[in-house]
């Protein structure tokens, strides 16, 4: 895969991830060139595209487009399930996930996309073994923060503890 | 599911995503982002430390605003504290910064390795993973050189746990992709290999892309991985559809996993072992089998991944090609998808059996559908899904269906879209001349072809049919027939009157016997056309004149009344005139043998590929038109034209091009054919031997036999192919030597720093350079603005004569290869020693498409780049002026102005100058003063300058005079050289 990008209906860029490296100035053209030849797109009409030496293969899932680039040999259904299965996660990560979720915890959205997939290929295709990587790096948080505070309430007892002797 | 970015959740940075989003115009959110950025600006220089939490919160704000799509040009250095921290989501958010805003500043880059680093070895798988997926993402060389040889080493280690083998195996995808000299496999080849019997699915998953990979370019020391992908394979389709737990998908199971094997499979041949084949090939018929059976789901994700692995199954068969049963069988369900209501389907139905119609065992099942796929092109709504349909006619056309698909063809082009019109055309002309059986439906055809689509028939199709017509006699009189007929319409396409043009002028005698089509008739048809055609079509048509009047002695007296006529003798077009004065002289001049001799029927073209085909498979890029297509293209192709030899694909397009140069191309031009270095002396001395009897300069017939220049860029216009002709780069035959424009790109530079250097057909410089003190750094963008790579790409930089001991510059080495629409960077470091005068060279070597192409530049590397703007008062300014009063001291220049004298662009030119811009010092507010410290290694100089325009001169012309005053004076000297062609 070259590149991933999800965007509104309006055309805006909503997330996007690049497997060959290309400039800022490329990208945005790239962007706004790929992005306007899908929103032409009509409903019913077929999935993908024929785009320079590349196909793009997309999916509109309510409001947000779904879009990748994948080499000419690439096989197009199966890009299409990386799309659905990438949906899938984001939607059982965020519960119900709409275009809100991803706008205010876009870092999320790459997080979950890099352990499904790195450098253009599937990593882990197992929803349950990507979703608890997720998990887990949320919980290393959690326990950290409950460290820092349970710490925090020992350093107080002992404060507490030795004030009557003062 | 956990409510989401709890524990972490940085409300400021919701605050601020929220307040974007509620802004009313594009206005207001720049101006929301502005003050935020001065905020976090303020924060990152702020006196109080930071802590991680706020430093991870301002990170993900300014990552935030990046993909918003506006520059952020600082915070890197903070992103990269981040990546040190032990908490885990402020070493994400570091990660992610430096993995979307991947800048390779060298700096940062050996910070970042270095954090990198850290985590790789930290043993928490979760850190390693983090740092692994960080080099996934950048991806960069310098990345490739610090870890291409740790991670092999991790991902076949007996103890990495089997998250980070699977990051491990694609981040070394990534770096092999970027830099493969720097990954070496050797020792690891095996136990890689051996990854596919994993047991963890995943695992094997994500290895297999870097097998895949790998067996590409080494197939021979990957070839173990066929046995072993086979019986994984067939582990796989032998399964039920739950066996496999969570890689099962919709009651498919591990679909990702079976694409992947069936792709490997096809980087080698069919398994030479008889029982590997076996049971491979009965994976293959269980896959079809399955495609058979109703679907275990109603859901569209078990249809898709279903067929995804249908359809790669069915790549491999084509790719094989030897299994005529499979080959039939895949067709029937090819056949089946052709009619489905899923469009998606309809679509690769179509694209599929594209490749099984070129394979013989199933060519004539794929001709079974020719109604279904003419009906596809008629009715389908979507273009593309047309666009398929009307290749899938292309490639099963054969001699038995030609005139049915062709008819179809060119129906459809009367109501095809706009997009597809070209390559239409290109396919038309290209069947009809490889299954012509008579030659007047050629003819028929390709005429047809002008008249429904003329704008979009290119000049290789018409000048084919020229090609064809001049080497068949026996089409001759019907070409001219047609021809004749086809123009008589009251609008009829440019290029009819061009294929009209030469036809008749050639072989218009075979039609004059009728009095309908007499001489003059003829002529004065032809001529009606005239006035409404372009340069090009009348230089045509005034070659087809000459040819007149050699063939019909009776025409010539109307014909020299045309050339005579002022609106040719005395044409504006220096060719048309050219031409008129030059025909005419020769038709009064020459003697009837003489002339015969000159005009004689054009001689029969040396048979070669058709540059139509060549100009097909450019435009749909390498690999679109197989090989099968084009030998059969020759094969056949000879029969028709007489099965002379052929020429390479490179020459083809070369030598067709040189025999039918330019727009311009006449009969004359024509008459030197390939291959054209040969050719045009011969041709030429012939004509010099004409006109120097005839005391006629020649100088217009021999520029008319040159090869084509700048005018037949169309036909040149790269493509692999065509390496004989060289790219029409500037190249310069020594590499020492600057290009001739490079002052001018150099001037370009003075007063800015960033820009394109440069730029032609295959190459783009960009450059952005920042100094300070007497140190600059230079980067520079290398962009292949074609789709074919670079090879051994090589840049040097040198400092030529005395600017050796005057400057001191040092270049990172480039990554030798380019791809085709890739960019890569150099950066170049600069000291400067003391002041210097010229300007370092900057070589650029490359293979593209075999040519060497070789160029010089200058780097915009000036003296002025190492100013210091100094502040001073007016008293100050003039009391400094008064000390540099040695005559060497000063240098002063008058000079016209080149450009509108506005004073913003002056002052903005004056500051990029890197001098400060004292206001209130000159008593006369027309004119501008500037003082500035050239810093130097060895000293500063210090320079003032003074700019004074006169905007009526005497002359009447707006004038400049410019004082420089420096305490060097050959820093006077460049300034004042330097500035002078600024303004």
């Known amino acids: 895969m070259q590149f991933m990008l999800l965007f509104s209906r309006q055309g805006k860029l909503r997330l996007q991830k690049w497997y060959v490296p290309l400039s800022d100035s490329q990208k945005k053209k790239i962007s706004r060139e790929v992005i306007q030849m899908v929103l032409a797109r009509k409903p019913k009409m077929c999935s993908f595209l024929e785009w320079r030496d590349q196909k793009i293969v997309y999916k509109r899932y309510a409001s947000l487009y779904f879009c990748c680039a994948v080499e000419d040999q690439e096989n197009e259904l199966i890009t299409l399930e990386i799309i659905h299965r990438y949906v899938e996660l984001l939607d059982k990560y965020f519960g119900s996930v709409c275009e809100l979720d991803i706008i205010f915890n876009f870092e999320k959205a790459y997080y979950i996309l890099d352990e499904f997939i790195l450098g253009g290929e599937a990593q882990e295709t197992s929803k349950k073994i990507v979703l608890k990587a997720i998990e887990q790096a949320d919980m290393l948080q959690e326990v950290r923060n409950t460290h820092i505070a349970c710490l925090f309430v020992l350093v107080y007892e002992v404060t507490i503890g030795s004030f009557p002797s003062c | ?983």
Request: net charge negative; hydrophobic share 40%.
């Open chain 2, 1 to 983: 599911m956990p409510a989401v970015s709890k524990g972490d959740g940085m409300r400021g940075l919701a605050v601020f995503i929220s307040d974007i989003r509620n802004c009313k115009s594009k206005e207001a959110e720049i101006k929301r982002i502005n003050k935020e950025l001065a905020n976090i600006r303020s924060k990152f220089k702020g006196d109080k430390a930071l802590d991680g939490y706020s430093k991870k919160k301002y990170v993900c704000k300014l990552l935030f605003i990046f993909l918003l799509g506006h520059d952020i040009d600082f915070g890197h250095m903070e992103a990269v504290n981040l990546l040190s921290s032990n908490k885990y989501t402020e070493k994400q958010i570091g990660y992610l910064f430096i993995s979307v805003l991947v800048n390779s500043n060298s700096e940062l880059i050996r910070l970042i390795n270095n954090a990198i680093k850290n985590d790789l070895s930290s043993r928490n798988p979760t850190f390693m993973c983090l740092a692994l997926h960080c080099i996934a993402n950048v991806g960069s060389r310098e990345m490739a050189e610090a870890f291409a040889g740790e991670i092999p080493r991790i991902l076949v280690a007996g103890d990495t746990m089997d998250s980070v083998k699977q990051s491990a195996a694609l981040c070394l995808l990534r770096l092999y992709k970027t830099s493969p000299d720097l990954v070496l496999m050797g020792e690891w080849t095996s136990r890689v290999v051996h990854l596919l019997n994993d047991q963890h699915m995943g695992v094997v998953t994500a290895a297999i892309s870097l097998i895949t990979c790998l067996s590409q370019k080494n197939p021979d020391e990957f070839k173990t991985c066929v046995s072993l992908a086979v019986s994984r394979l067939s582990r796989i389709v032998s399964s039920a559809s739950t066996d496999l737990q969570d890689y099962t998908y919709y009651f498919v199971p591990a679909p990702w996993l079976s694409c992947k094997l069936l792709r490997l499979l096809q980087c080698y041949p069919p398994p030479e072992d008889g029982a590997v084949k076996g049971r491979l090939v009965e994976c293959l018929e269980t896959i079809l089998n399955k495609a058979q059976e109703p679907p275990k789901s109603k859901k569209v994700q078990h249809s898709n991944a279903k067929n995804a692995i249908l359809f790669e199954a069915i790549s491999l068969i084509i790719h094989y090609d030897s299994e005529p049963n499979l080959l039939v069988r895949a067709c029937n369900q090819l056949g089946q998808f052709l009619q489905h209501r899923e469009t998606n389907l309809r679509y690769l139905a179509l694209e599929s059996m594209c490749t099984l119609a070129s394979s013989e065992f199933s060519h004539e099942a794929v001709k079974t559908h020719i109604e279904t796929v003419i009906n596809a092109l008629k009715t389908e709504r979507d273009v593309s899904v047309r666009q398929r349909a009307a290749d899938l006619l292309y490639a099963m056309c054969d001699r038995s269906n030609a005139k049915q698909i062709v008819a179809e063809m060119l129906s459809y082009l009367e109501t095809a879209d706009y997009s597809i019109r070209e390559e239409m055309v290109l396919k038309v002309a290209i069947l009809a001349e490889k299954y012509a059986v008579d030659y007047s439906w050629y003819v028929d055809t390709i005429l047809n072809l002008i008249r429904i689509a003329g704008d979009y028939v290119s000049e290789e199709v018409w000048y084919r049919v020229i090609q064809i017509v001049i080497n068949r006699d026996d089409v001759q009189g019907y070409a001219a027939k047609t021809v004749f007929e086809a123009l008589q319409a009251p609008a009829c396409h440019e290029n009819m009157v061009k294929v009209g043009g030469y036809i008749l002028g050639e072989f218009g005698n075979l039609i004059a016997g009728d009095p309908r089509s007499s001489p003059l008739v003829q002529f004065n048809l032809l001529h009606s056309k005239f006035h409404l055609c372009s340069v090009p079509t009348r230089a045509l048509l005034l070659s087809a004149y000459i040819k007149f009047i050699n063939l019909f002695p009776e025409t010539k007296s109307t014909i020299q009344e045309v050339l005579r006529s002022d609106s040719q003798i005395r044409n504006s077009d220096v060719e048309l005139q050219q031409r008129a004065v030059e025909y005419l002289k020769l038709s009064s001049i020459a003697s009837t043998d003489v002339l015969a001799t000159v005009l004689e029927e054009m001689p029969p073209f040396p048979e070669r590929e058709s540059s139509i085909l060549a100009k097909l498979k450019k435009k749909k890029g390498p690999g679109a038109v197989s090989v099968n297509e084009l030998e059969e293209g020759k094969r056949e192709g000879g029969e028709l034209n007489g099965g002379g030899e052929r020429g390479g694909d490179g020459s083809a397009i070369a030598a067709s091009n040189a025999s039918t140069p330019s727009p311009s191309a006449d009969l004359l031009g024509l008459r030197t054919g390939p291959p054209v270095t040969a050719a045009a002396p011969s041709a030429g001395s012939l004509l010099v031997d004409v006109f120097s009897e005839a005391g006629v300069n020649d100088d217009g017939f021999l520029r008319d036999l040159e090869p084509p220049t700048e005018s037949s860029d169309s036909l040149l216009a790269e493509g692999p192919g065509d390496s004989d002709s060289a790219p029409p780069s500037v190249v310069s035959e020594d590499p020492a030597t600057p290009l001739p424009e490079s002052n001018e790109l150099l001037n370009k530079f003075v007063c800015k720093n960033n820009g394109v250097l440069f730029e032609n057909q295959l190459l783009q410089i960009g450059i952005k350079s920042e100094y300070r003190q007497n140190l600059g750094r230079m980067y520079l963008f290398y962009g292949n603005k074609t789709s074919v790579q670079f090879v051994t790409f090589t840049t040097t930089v040198t400092c030529p004569g005395e600017l050796q001991s005057q400057l001191n510059v040092q270049s990172k080495t480039v990554e030798p290869l380019i791809e085709g629409g890739a960019q890569v960077q150099q950066v170049i470091n600069i000291e400067c020693l003391t002041d210097f005068t010229d300007a370092p060279l900057l070589n650029i070597k490359f293979r593209y498409g075999g040519a060497l192409q070789n160029l010089t530049l200058k780097l915009p590397v000036t003296i002025n780049k190492f100013f210091q703007p100094t502040e001073m008062a007016s008293h100050d300014f003039f009391q400094r002026w008064k000390q540099l009063s040695q005559p060497q001291q000063e240098a002063q220049k008058i000079f016209k102005a080149n450009n509108a004298m506005d004073t913003e662009v002056l002052k903005a030119k004056l500051l990029g100058l890197g001098m400060a811009l004292l206001e209130n010092v000159d008593p006369n507010p027309e004119n501008f003063v500037c003082a500035g410290v050239i810093q130097t290694k060895a000293q500063q100089v210090g320079s003032l300058l003074r700019l004074e325009p006169n905007a009526q001169a005497q002359s009447g012309e707006q004038m400049y005079r410019l004082t420089v005053r420096s305490s060097k004076d050959t820093v006077s000297k460049r300034l004042c050289e330097l500035l002078a062609e600024q303004f």
